[in-house]
Structures are given as structure tokens and as C-alpha cells.
């Protein structure tokens, strides 16, 4: 029903700036959440940020609070991750998610999205 496609992934230098898309198409029929995860090697996929379908509830890992910025656009079917000071631990694969089972909750939970895309690399150099 969804598919997603994340963009803008890379490599930086740490301190440094980069932009990641996810763009969703398909044919919902309703209103979604929307997620940012990521994944290191060796390690499990874990929550970076998540937004609601009206963009009024927002959250954030503990570990990227303050630096990196969540964001949907204007026809509601893309999500940005602005992500500044970058830290060589931030390195991972990114991937956006869709929770199609609600609009206006943003889960932590990997479990609860049912939409996923293939990812993005994000590599920061010390």
C-alpha cells in the first residue's frame, strides 16, 4: 500500500550537516505517523525521531535531541531528517518508516510500523 524511498544519505566529516528524504507513495486512504530509525552494524535498529501526521507531536532519541530536526512537508508524504553536528557514532544506515495504524501517535517501536524503506547509509568520519 506504501512505499518509501529514502534519499540523501553519505559520507561527512564529523561536525558537519547532511539532509536525509523519505518519500512515500501508494495508495493509503488514510493519514500516518512517520519514523526515523537507524541501524549500526552489529547493533539492533533503534528510534532516532518520529512525526505525527499533522506534525504536532514530534520526538526525539535522547542521543540526537538537539541536533537533528524532523520535519514533513507540505503534501504530508515526505519526511526530512535534518541532521547537524554530526558525530562518527551517528554512522549507520537510516531508514524511514510508515505506521499506517495511526495518525497522531509516534511510537518508539519498531514493532508498530508496518512500512519500510531500504535505507541510507550515513557515514561520519572522525
Known amino acids: 500500500q506504501v512505499q518509501l524511498a529514502e534519499s540523501g544519505g553519505g559520507l561527512v566529516q564529523a561536525g558537519g550537516s547532511l539532509r536525509l528524504s523519505c518519500a512515500a507513495s501508494g495508495r493509503t486512504f488514510r493519514n500516518y505517523a512517520m519514523g526515523w530509525f537507524r541501524q549500526a552494524p552489529g547493533k539492533e535498529r533503534g528510534f532516532v525521531s518520529g512525526i505525527s501526521w499533522s506534525s504536532s507531536s514530534i520526538y526525539y532519541s535522547d542521543s540526537v535531541k538537539g541536533r537533528f530536526t524532523i520535519s514533513r512537508g507540505n503534501a504530508k508524504n515526505t519526511v526530512y531528517l535534518q541532521m547537524n553536528s554530526l558525530k562518527p557514532e551517528d554512522t549507520a544506515v537510516y531508514y524511514c518508516?510508515?505506521?499506517?495504524?495511526?495518525?497522531?501517535?509516534?511510537?518508539?517501536?519498531?514493532?508498530?510500523?508496518?512500512?519500510w524503506g531500504q535505507g541510507t547509509q550515513v557515514t561520519v568520519s572522525s
Open positions: 518508516a510508515a505506521d499506517l495504524s495511526t495518525s497522531e501517535i509516534v511510537s518508539a517501536n519498531p514493532r508498530e510500523y508496518g512500512y
